[in-house]
């Protein structure tokens, strides 16, 4: 079929319709903006917006057989002209007060249901699980399809994010920049985030404006709101959002394993390496990582070789957080001593070692090979006095086990 014959199908479906039933139609068009975020992820958004705006055009402005529409989406998109030609158009959205008791299952319809399943005694774990979404004041809205798959399986999983596609908020935090990642690190150690929202989505901005990626992740109800902050000098109004439950944690954990295990399984090697503080194998498997996974990391549209090891460094922390998290707490870029240290590994139990990595990148101008940038990692671990925050906490120095990592593209060494 031609862009032609498309573009006009609905149109001309509706005129059928509206000539046999002798009434106009209502067209109701759910997650439109779908086929939009994988065409910006694949590479094809201008012929899919410049055909979009054809459709839309015929089924909904120039078409005299229509009587309503409503069009359902997680995105408003209009910035990119999509809508331009529409009229009388509403947008009611995840901040909008009205129909916000409507867009899922209330606290007290959960009760109700859990009651009737015998089912009242896992009403915490189901709100830790599913609750957590909010709609302009609304607050407690299930999601309804996490909700009846437990009630028919009776056990907690991950429903509704494996029904979705999220290959674009899989981009979006791969390939973003080190405070996007330092973000998600804060957000899955149960921290919050303060930003202002843009609910008019523009996908151009996605690659340059952080809070066009939070706007995203809220509005596809991966963050929830924890408090609104007016600003009404500015016009932009900050809210402090966090991960909206167990479920979507899981999703990103499970995410962000993936970033590492679809490409090599040298990674988890590596971590059990590391553990065993065996740095010959570490050097090895670490190697095999870079090599397989930077590029990975990087966008592709714009790679850059001196950027690429920081984007995969704050990456690989992501999944130091998820693997290790039943043995260390993970911290990044925090300040100890006199200046900010890389990763910090802090035991939870007394049989482990505490353990602090220093990321450097191969600079010819001051070092002569990647064993001096090595060396200097490892000075800097000690000049800083990074191990004063372990220290304070009770962890002798002899637990503390110092690694700098040396970067020169694809290359890495550890001493």
């Known amino acids: 079929m031609g862009d032609a014959e498309a573009t006009l199908a609905l149109h001309e479906l509706s005129k059928y319709l509206c000539r046999f039933y002798g009434k106009k139609v209502v067209i109701l068009l759910d997650e439109y903006d779908t086929p939009m975020q994988e065409a910006y992820v694949y590479g094809y958004w201008e012929e899919l917006a410049e055909f979009t705006r054809s459709i839309f055009n015929s089924a909904f402005k120039t078409n005299p057989d229509l009587g309503r529409a409503i069009m359902t989406g997680i995105t408003r998109v209009s910035k990119e002209s999509i809508f331009s030609d529409l009229n009388n158009l509403e947008a009611v959205t995840i901040i909008s007060e009205k129909y916000q008791d409507s867009f899922g299952f209330t606290q007290d319809e959960v009760s109700e249901a859990l009651r009737e399943y015998g089912l009242s005694d896992k009403e915490e774990e189901v709100r830790a699980w599913y609750d957590g979404f909010t709609f302009g004041k609304k607050t407690d809205i299930y999601n309804p399809w996490s909700i009846i798959n437990y009630l028919d399986k009776k056990t907690f999983f991950s429903y ?22 330092m973000v ?62 167990q479920e ?3 999703m990103f954990e499970q995410m962000i394993e993936g970033w590492f295990s679809d490409f090599t399984p040298s990674y988890n090697d590596f971590i059990r390496a590391l553990l065993r503080a065996d740095l010959k194998s570490m050097n090895a498997y670490m190697n095999k990582v870079a090599l397989e996974t930077i590029s990975y990391f990087d966008t592709g549209k714009k790679p850059s070789e001196a950027a690429e090891p920081e984007k995969f460094y704050h990456g690989f922390v992501l999944g130091l957080i998820v693997d290790l998290a039943d ?10 001593g006199f200046g900010r240290y890389d990763v910090i590994l802090e035991p939870l139990h007394s049989k482990d070692d505490a353990i602090i990595l220093e990321f450097k990148v191969y600079d010819p101008e001051e070092e002569g090979s990647l064993k001096d940038t090595v060396k200097s990692a490892l000075a800097q671990i000690d000049e800083m006095q990074y191990a004063a925050s372990l220290e304070a906490r009770g962890i002798s120095p002899e637990r503390i086990r110092k690694y700098g990592f040396a970067f020169e593209g694809k290359k890495v060494l550890i001493g």
């Open 327 to 336: 043995r260390y707490m993970v911290t990044s870029n925090r300040e100890s």
């Open 248 to 250: 979507v944690r899981m």
């Open 160 to 181: 509704w994010v494996n029904t979705s596609s999220n290959s674009l908020v899989g981009k979006l935090i791969r390939e973003g920049s080190r405070d996007v990642k």
């Open 184 to 245: 998600m690190e804060d957000l899955l150690k149960g921290g919050k985030l303060h930003t202002y929202i843009d609910e008019q989505m523009v996908f151009s901005l996605l690659d340059t404006r952080e809070s066009a990626v939070w706007s995203l992740l809220l509005a596809s109800g991966y963050l929830k709101v924890e408090r609104f902050i007016p600003n009404e000098k500015r016009g932009k109004h900050g809210y402090d959002l966090v991960l909206t439950n």
